[in-house]
């Protein structure tokens, strides 16, 4: 139970982590349409700012939504079938940004700045579906080759 839960962990650190990476850069792509010249220091210093700031915030908000992904990604590996790995990937891909709809239905407000256009939205599945990948990977359960082989 406890390496479980340390794999959660460590699935939900990777997905707040590349989100906020992705997210960061974005928004500097965004100011640097506007004129602005953005070094690379400045992305730089921005990027490891961001990944303690706004990472936090994103643990908070993908723990819960990993949750009750992969809840139903395990229920529905265990009574529907087919590939464990493409069932948390999905719970992984959908989650997060069904939790950030959710809260801009019923709050009126994007939490994150990049999520605002599809392609942000998309970036940011995608993010959190190489976590779901994650997930499943290390809390696959694999046999011994000596075992796998017995007759």
Known sequence: MLRTFFRFFVSVVVAAGLNSLVSTQLVLAEVSSFG???????????????????GVTLLVLIAPSFLVG????????????GNRQLWYSFAGFSSFPM?????????GVTLLASARTSFGMLLAGICCMVAGWLFAKLTSVSKPEELSNEK
């Not at 602005?36 to 706004?54: H, I, K, N």
């Open 99 to 107: 939790t950030l709809y959710s809260i801009k239905f019923f709050m």
């Open 36 to 54: 602005m010249t953005v070094s690379f220091t400045d992305r730089l210093m921005t990027t490891a700012l961001d990944l303690f700031g706004l």
């Open 70 to 81: 992969f809840v139903i990604a395990n229920y529905a590996h265990r009574f529907i079938g």
